[in-house]
């Protein structure tokens, strides 16, 4: 159980285009889901917080209209990167706790790899 | 202040030798969480094994066992019978009480050699 579904894997797309990615809960409810950036061989860098029917919470020097996070359900959230530029490519995976559950890890998907050309 | 601390930032082991990968935290909560994860290099990050701070016995999972001293704030996994497979990065967290969002260390490589 507690399973994570990102999509897509795989992206590359041009400079100026706009990205979406989705993350699902496939058999979990999770009112809030976080948005992780990774760079090579680095650790991972937490964007956002993604909460159900609420804004997100973004952390320190994340811009917020060029990552545009939208939590429309219980098991949906998907991250927009606007107008994407080569710095802009990376590593982003997502994650989410199971809700009620106080102890439970972290659940992730598998993350999405960006190529901005 | 880094809350998660992994010294090694890579290490060798031999195959079905046993392993400590080392992460020592800080926190001023009584309660919260330590979690290990795998990362191989496909990305995907696996949750391998979880320590409450109130827990008194040791976390164990198959070959992974977590080394807890609580008074040195230290939560070392330990795997034994290393495998060819667990080649990978390992990432020690910690969630406080209280807080949503979960803090990762900076990661050690690990290496099995045949």
């Known amino acids: 159980g507690a399973v994570v579904s990102q999509h897509p894997s795989r992206v590359i797309c041009k400079s100026g285009t706009s990205v979406k990615i989705e993350c699902r809960s496939l058999?979990?409810?999770?009112?809030?889901m976080f948005w992780y950036r990774q760079f090579p061989k680095q650790s991972l860098m937490l964007m956002a917080t993604s909460n159900e029917g609420s804004k997100a919470t973004y952390e320190q020097g994340v811009e917020k209209d060029k990552f545009l996070i939208n939590h429309a359900s219980l098991t949906l959230s998907t991250l927009t990167v606007t107008s994407a530029h080569p710095e802009d490519s990376s590593f982003y995976i997502c994650?989410?706790?199971?809700?009620?559950?106080?102890?439970?890890?972290?659940?992730f998907g598998n993350g999405t790899r960006l190529t901005v050309t | 202040a880094q809350k998660i601390t992994q010294t090694q930032p890579g290490m060798f082991v031999q195959e079905k030798e046993a392993v400590t990968l080392d992460c020592t935290y800080d926190?001023?909560?009584?309660?919260?969480?330590l979690f290990w994860y795998k990362q191989p290099s496909s990305g995907e990050m696996i949750f391998l094994i979880y320590q409450g701070s109130y827990d008194e016995q040791n976390a164990t999972e198959g070959r992974y066992s977590l080394n807890f001293q609580k008074a040195r704030k230290s939560a070392n996994l330990v795997i034994s019978a290393s495998q060819l497979g667990d080649s990978a990065m390992y990432f020690c967290a910690m969630r406080e009480a209280g807080r949503q969002n979960f803090v990762f260390g900076p990661g050690t490589r690990l290496s099995v050699l045949p």
């Open positions: 058999d979990f409810q999770a009112t809030t």
């Open positions: 926190t001023s909560d009584q309660s919260y969480g």
């Open positions: 994650s989410a706790r199971v809700t009620g559950q106080p102890n439970s890890p972290l659940h």
